[in-house]
């Protein structure tokens, strides 16, 4: 079995609140900034490909009055992604070692990931990584597991897809993938071994 991995939440942090925490003071308003001005919808758009400039002039149109802290999503945007599950890094590290072929999936914007690989060294251990931004093409869209599955010549049934949405395990699960949905380090662990990959 060959596991196929998410990144954000499942090796590497990531929260917009780490950063406007520090921009409201006011914990509501935080929350409504986030579900109504660079709301999660919103943020799969530049996930899906859309540029950080173009959201940032879209949210600015919506609500002009908010135009500085909507700018801190593309210029801070380092500051939302504090650091790495570290349990994970070591299953990560420890597969890698044994020689176990590693891929990932992720929902990420193409420039921002790149921006932000040289952070985290773990990611130079896979083999592949499918980034949303650079396909046009979005968990759980059936069409982005099956390019990591033709772009490196594996089959559905060899591969443990592992994410911390269930939404996107389910969609790896359609296409013929194993399911996993992260929760916590140690849980996988202990998915790896049944699997006989750990």
């Known amino acids: 079995m060959i596991p196929v991995f998410d990144i954000g939440m499942v090796l590497i942090e990531w929260n917009p609140r780490h950063l406007y925490r520090r921009v409201f003071a006011d914990a509501a308003r935080l929350e409504w900034f986030l579900a109504e001005v660079c709301h999660p919808d919103w943020n799969l758009e530049l996930d899906r490909g859309r540029s950080f400039d173009d959201g940032v002039a879209e949210a600015t149109a919506r609500h002009p009055a908010l135009a500085a802290e909507i700018?801190?999503?593309?210029?801070?945007?380092?500051?939302?992604?504090?650091?790495?599950?570290?349990?994970?890094?070591?299953?990560?590290?420890?597969?890698?070692a044994k020689g176990v072929p590693l891929y990932a999936i992720t929902?990420?914007?193409?420039?921002?990931?790149?921006?932000?690989?040289?952070?985290?060294?773990?990611?130079?251990?896979?083999?592949?990584?499918?980034?949303?931004?650079d396909e046009g093409l979005i968990k759980p869209d059936p069409a982005i597991y099956q390019c990591l599955l033709a772009r490196n010549g594996l089959q559905a049934a060899q591969c443990l897809f592992i994410d911390d949405s269930l939404k996107n395990v389910k969609g790896a699960e359609a296409v013929g993938m194993a399911g996993h949905h992260f929760t916590t380090p140690e849980r996988l662990r202990a998915e790896l071994t049944r699997h006989g990959i750990l």
């Open 71 to 96: 700018a801190l999503y593309r210029d801070r945007w380092q500051e939302m992604v504090p650091g790495a599950v570290a349990g994970t890094v070591a299953l990560v590290e420890e597969m890698d």
């Open 107 to 133: 929902n990420w914007n193409g420039d921002m990931f790149r921006a932000t690989r040289a952070r985290f060294p773990v990611l130079d251990r896979f083999r592949d990584i499918v980034v949303s931004g």
